[in-house]
């Protein structure tokens, strides 16, 4: 039986979520919420290191971070396309987890991946609360869907300060050393292992300057807030 989450966060490759968003999964994590990671894709076709190099990777980052759950649903890496199949894989996901919360990357950045998967999942959150699509499994509906930076920092609705977890995230990422790191067999010079994580790093403290914290990670939406009062 497949566990329910609290927390669902997709990304196309193994390392895109961590990139985003590794210390708010280990700060929710600390405070009890059950947080899983789905990525979308195997990273075949990635200039360094290998499928199994990369499966191995995301399982370390993933305990790391302690996560509930951790899936890849096998879809084409640069094939992200906007088919049927494709949401309804998605959507299965959603539905076997049954999460309050889910993040996607958001919607603008270099990576066309990136944008693909932030598209399937919102087109997914969608289809998941339809009773009559894949009537098979039950409905989902849910909450809200955030949406997390990974190359391009944009707008930020909301951050959450990771300053006592950074050191996590710096763990977190430290795991994918096929990507982050240069090593002699490796020839393939990627915007990767030209000193990304600091960069990162350098970002994530920027976002955090807005509130005076040392470390934070932006979030952006597009459904609206609902208070009762300011």
Same mark, same amino acid.
């Given at each position: 039986? $497949? /566990?329910?989450?609290?927390?669902? *966060?997709?990304?196309?490759?193994?390392?895109?979520? /961590?990139?985003?968003?590794? =210390?708010?999964?280990?700060?929710?994590?600390?405070?009890?919420?059950?947080?899983?990671?789905?990525?979308?894709?195997?990273?075949?076709?990635?200039?360094?290191?290998? +499928?199994? $190099?990369?499966?191995?990777?995301?399982?370390?980052? =993933?305990?790391v971070l302690k996560l509930t759950s951790r899936?890849?649903?096998?879809?084409?890496?640069? =094939? !992200?396309?906007?088919?049927?199949?494709?949401?309804?894989? *998605?959507?299965?996901?959603?539905?076997?987890?049954?999460?309050?919360?889910?993040?996607? %990357?958001?919607?603008?950045?270099?990576?066309?991946?990136?944008?693909?998967?932030?598209?399937?999942? /919102?087109?997914? *959150?969608?289809?998941?609360?339809?009773?009559?699509?894949?009537?098979?499994?039950?409905?989902?509906? +849910?909450?809200? !869907?955030?949406?997390?930076?990974?190359?391009?920092?944009?707008?930020?609705?909301?951050? *959450?300060?990771?300053?006592?977890?950074?050191?996590?995230?710096?763990?977190? !990422?430290?795991?994918?050393?096929?990507?982050?790191?240069?090593?002699?067999?490796?020839?393939?010079?990627?915007?990767?292992?030209?000193?990304?994580?600091?960069?990162?790093?350098?970002?994530?403290?920027?976002? =955090?300057?807005?509130?005076?914290? %040392?470390?934070?990670?932006?979030?952006?939406?597009?459904? %609206?807030?609902? +208070?009762?009062?300011?």
């Amino acid at each position: 039986m $497949t /566990e329910q989450l609290d927390i669902l *966060v997709f990304g196309a490759h193994a390392d895109d979520v /961590e990139i985003g968003m590794a =210390g708010t999964i280990y700060k929710h994590v600390e405070a009890g919420y059950r947080v899983g990671i789905c990525d979308l894709t195997f990273a075949e076709m990635s200039s360094n290191g290998t +499928v199994e $190099t990369r499966k191995q990777e995301a399982e370390e980052a =993933g305990k790391v971070l302690k996560l509930t759950s951790r899936s890849n649903l096998g879809l084409p890496d640069r =094939g !992200l396309f906007m088919t049927p199949d494709n949401v309804k894989a *998605v959507t299965e996901e959603i539905r076997a987890h049954a999460p309050r919360i889910i993040f996607a %990357p958001y919607w603008e950045d270099r990576h066309p991946d990136h944008v693909a998967c932030s598209k399937l999942v /919102e087109e997914a *959150v969608f289809n998941a609360k339809l009773r009559r699509y894949m009537p098979e499994s039950p409905f989902v509906n +849910v909450e809200q !869907l955030y949406f997390y930076f990974i190359n391009d920092l944009g707008k930020a609705d909301l951050i *959450v300060d990771i300053s006592k977890q950074y050191d996590m995230k710096e763990k977190a !990422l430290s795991c994918y050393r096929s990507q982050f790191e240069k090593s002699e067999s490796e020839t393939v010079v990627t915007p990767l292992n030209q000193g990304y994580i600091e960069r990162v790093k350098s970002r994530d403290r920027l976002v =955090g300057q807005r509130r005076l914290v %040392p470390f934070a990670e932006g979030f952006a939406i597009k459904s %609206p807030f609902l +208070v009762e009062h300011f």
